[in-house]
Nanobody, 120 residues
Framework: QVQLVESGGGLVQSGGSLRLSCVAS????????MGWYRQAPGKERELVAS???????NYAESMKGRFTISRDNAKNTVYLQMNSLKPEDTAVYYC??????????????WGQGTQVTVSS
């Protein structure tokens, strides 16, 4: 079994910054693609950004230039640096990872989510 634990969420004023972290632990052979998603009240969960094991990144259009995703493979951790935050960025942010377990089987995992609230 694998656990993804997010941290770094909170309340910030418009224009501020936050850095989210997500640590993967458990029966891990290899972490493949990792990503951040978010879900605002009454809306569907949407992709924020993703990063491959080779550090190729992909961003949702509205996050380009403001958010940066990175990873530290030695620490099994993925980060999301969020700058120039706007009230519309308010949501629960979820970590996601494609994991190859020590049994060499692949599975996708979600974290429990961390709340980000941006006040105007």
């Amino acid at each position: 079994q694998v656990q993804l634990v997010e941290s770094g969420g909170g309340l910030v004023q418009s224009g501020g910054s936050l850095r989210l972290s997500c640590v993967a632990s458990g029966s891990i052979f290899r972490l493949n693609d990792m990503g951040w998603y978010r879900q605002a009240p009454g809306k569907e969960r949407e992709l924020v950004a993703s990063i491959t094991s080779g550090d190729s990144t992909n961003y949702a259009e509205s996050m380009k230039g403001r958010f940066t995703i990175s990873r530290d493979n030695a620490k099994n951790t993925v980060y999301l640096q969020m700058n120039s935050l706007k009230p519309e960025d308010t949501a629960v942010y979820y970590c996601n990872a494609d994991v190859i377990g020590r049994n060499l089987l692949g599975r996708n995992y979600w974290g429990q989510g961390t709340q980000v609230t941006v006040s105007s």
